[in-house]
């Protein structure tokens, strides 16, 4: 009897631990939103592009996936998918996306944006009179992906962003790319708790990339 008490306790750990684990998940990333500048260079995002491969059955959690097999070939789900549920003992089960209408390539985008203009760029539009001598960067999204960790005591939510910034007019800005982690522990991954990694990775890959863009900024507008 023991015993039974013991196999059912784990068992309703593993059921709050993992939520439910076995649906589809939509959040929302907040927009990281700043203030434009008045003056300094201008620099103009002319593209920012998903780079992410998709695999089913993926050897590690960390590897973009998503409970439907036959979505993974279907940009409109793919571009919105940030994470991937486990169960209690790692079994790959539901996934996350983004709500209808907002895509990975929006929240890197809104990063950048933010980004830029904390390090004293001023971020202007292709329709801007300004875009023609404006500094042009791009954008490629190798990795955007937050994953479960299972645990006894407690488990955790972990994400990474991985961006390559690419500019022929700031190339200090490009080699090694730019990344963004976190990791949000607790008693059961919740959609508040994918949400909180996600925004927290988001916030550290912005923070890391003001920093890279801050050291290359010049001068003056070229």
Not at 8 to 19: N, Y
Not at 46 to 58: G, H, K
Not at 121 to 139: F, N, Q
Request: include cysteine.
């Amino acid at each position: 009897m023991t015993r039974l008490v013991l196999v059912v306790s784990l068992f309703a750990c593993l059921l709050i631990a993992t939520g439910c684990a076995t649906t589809r998940g939509v959040i929302d990333i907040p927009a990281k939103a700043g203030a434009n500048p008045s003056s300094g260079p201008a620099v103009r995002i002319d593209r920012v592009t998903d780079r992410r491969v998709f695999e089913v059955d993926p050897r590690q959690a960390n590897i973009p996936s998503l409970m439907n097999d036959a979505e993974i070939k279907d940009p409109k789900i793919t571009s919105r998918a940030i994470a991937r549920k486990r169960g209690g003992f790692g079994k790959a089960l539901g996934d996350v996306l983004l709500p209808e209408g907002r895509t990975v390539m929006q929240v890197v985008e809104e990063a950048l944006r933010w980004s830029l203009q904390d390090a004293g760029y001023r971020v202007v539009s292709k329709d801007d009179p300004a875009a023609s001598t404006a500094i042009p960067l791009e954008a490629d999204i190798e990795q955007f992906w937050a994953w479960f960790r299972p645990g006894f005591a407690e488990v955790a939510v972990e994400f990474e962003a991985i961006v390559r910034l690419t500019s022929a007019r700031l190339p200090g800005v490009q080699g090694s790319p730019v990344k963004g982690t976190s990791r949000v522990t607790g008693m059961a991954a919740t959609s508040g708790t994918w949400q909180e990694a996600v925004t927290r990775g988001v916030d550290d890959f912005a923070r890391n990339a003001r920093e890279r863009l801050s050291a290359v900024k010049p001068t003056a507008a070229r």
